[in-house]
């Protein structure tokens, strides 16, 4: 079955220090990939996504994901954590090539970033 | 460019009513999915339409049903409300034409509440 993994439910960093969240994947072929993140009341925004080609990809507000074919993982980085990262992270998955859009969503990390 | 807009925010209903969420995508977009988000089952597809056609759809029973008119706006209806429909719906627009090779835009949401 297809699914995605997020195994850290919560995370509490420092403001300042690097940050990994990590995310694993199950799925028939290598998927798209994609991390959002979510404020409170808010929608989801898309940081990043990985479809071919190089296999670390820069996103917005800093952040960086690495895919690993070989461990079935697209770990989200970011070298210094803001208070303003402080949010909620979900790690997806979507089908190549097929016509839909549908994604597969992890069950998020809850990132706290304390002063 | 104006985002995808969810209306309304808020929303609070009693068991066994029915209810119409909308979702305004962003222009041009011709691909509208619905998610819903609950603190236990997390993120979990609805459905998706492309051009007035729903081309996918989630593991939902038949209560919930949607539709897309030909300006690309969607409505979802949930008939006979459950407590367990208390959730954050989301709608999400992309470009569509290509699948996941377009990239989801969320609106912020419609919080419903079933009493």
Partial sequence: AQSVTQPDIHITVSEGASLELRCNYS??????LFWYVQSPGQGLQLL???FSGDTLVQGIKGFEAEFKRS???FNLRKPSVHWSDAAEYFCAVGARGGATNKLIFGT???????? | KAGVTQTPRYLIKTRGQQVTLSCSPISGHRSVSWYQQTPGQGLQFLFEYFSETQRNKGNFPGR???RQFSNSRSEMNVSTLEL????LYLCASSLGDRGNNSPLHFGNGTRLTVT
Avoid: H
């Fill in chain 1, 48 to 50: 990043l996504k990985y």
């Fill in chain 1, 27 to 32: 799925y028939g072929a290598t998927p798209y």
């Fill in chain 1, 71 to 73: 461990q079935s993982s």
């Fill in chain 2, 84 to 87: 367990g429909d208390s959730a």
């Fill in chain 2, 64 to 66: 919930f049903s949607g």
């Fill in chain 1, 108 to 115: 998020g990390t809850l990132l706290a970033v304390q002063p």
